[in-house]
């Protein structure tokens, strides 16, 4: 069964809009992590934000907010005042068990996000 | 802090010969390193896991003898292509764990192609 599910295979959106990627997961731990990782074309793989499953509050770094909906299995992406530099892919990743234990990401298929001006 | 490179960017090699590609943790002492694969227009897959000073431990459907890892030292993490086929075209990106939070940290990538 399919781990990390990202629908969406691509997206467009008009510069300074919000935009919402969305990505679901599946597993039966209790302790796991989330991941967004931007992909440009350049290839190198960038770090966006991370939630761990106890985690209460919606995890925020600057324009990047995920939107953690436990109960659904939801960790959607949302960023926001989109910029032309944010046209990239974009991946969801889920790391299960506990820190330090697995250490195993699994990615999402991806979704490319192309930012209009 | 927590950089990490990869060695070369990009390489081209004949079919049957052995490419080697370095991953390095520049700030940091990595206990871990993870190699993926990741096919044009598709997500990246893991390979394998290495560990400093012990053998890789390998995904399903990866073999073992054609890609070769070694793990020498708590920076230095280097995957061999070993008779390399064009269908090994690929982009191999690198990641390593360590530093104080853990988190994996990825390089820029390596992109292979064989003619």
């Known amino acids: 069964a399919q781990k990390i599910t990202q629908t969406q295979p691509g997206m467009f959106v008009q510069e300074k809009e919000a935009v919402t990627l969305d990505c679901t997961y599946d597993?039966?731990?209790?302790?796991?992590?989330l991941f967004w990782y931007k992909q440009p074309s350049s290839g190198e793989m960038i770090f966006l934000i991370y939630?761990?499953?106890?985690?209460?509050q919606n995890a925020t770094e600057g324009r990047y907010s995920l939107n953690f909906q436990k109960a659904r299995k939801s960790a959607n992406l949302v960023i926001s005042a989109s910029q032309l530099g944010d046209s990239a892919m974009y991946f969801c990743?889920?790391?299960?068990?506990?820190?330090?234990?697995?250490?195993?990401?699994?990615f999402g298929k991806g979704m490319k996000l192309t930012v209009n001006p | 802090g927590a950089v990490v490179s990869q060695h070369p960017s990009w390489v081209i090699c004949k079919s049957g010969t052995s490419v080697k590609i370095e991953c390095r943790s520049l700030?940091?002492?990595?206990?871990?390193m993870f190699w993926y694969r990741q096919f044009p227009k598709q997500s990246l897959m893991l390979m394998a896991t290495s560990n400093e000073g012990s053998k890789a431990t390998y995904e399903q459907g990866v073999e073992k003898d054609k890609f070769l890892i070694n793990h020498a030292s708590l920076t230095l993490s280097t995957l061999t292509v070993t008779s390399a086929h064009p269908e090994d075209s690929s982009f191999y990106i690198c990641?390593?764990?360590?530093?104080?939070?853990?988190?994996?940290?990825f390089g820029p990538g390596t992109r292979l192609t064989v003619t």
């Open positions: 939630q761990g499953s106890y985690d209460e």
């Open positions: 700030d940091f002492q990595a206990t871990t």
């Open positions: 990641s390593a764990r360590g530093g104080t939070s853990g988190e994996q940290y």
């Open positions: 597993t039966s731990d209790q302790s796991y992590g």
């Open positions: 990743a889920m790391r299960e068990g506990t820190q330090g234990g697995s250490e195993k990401l699994v």
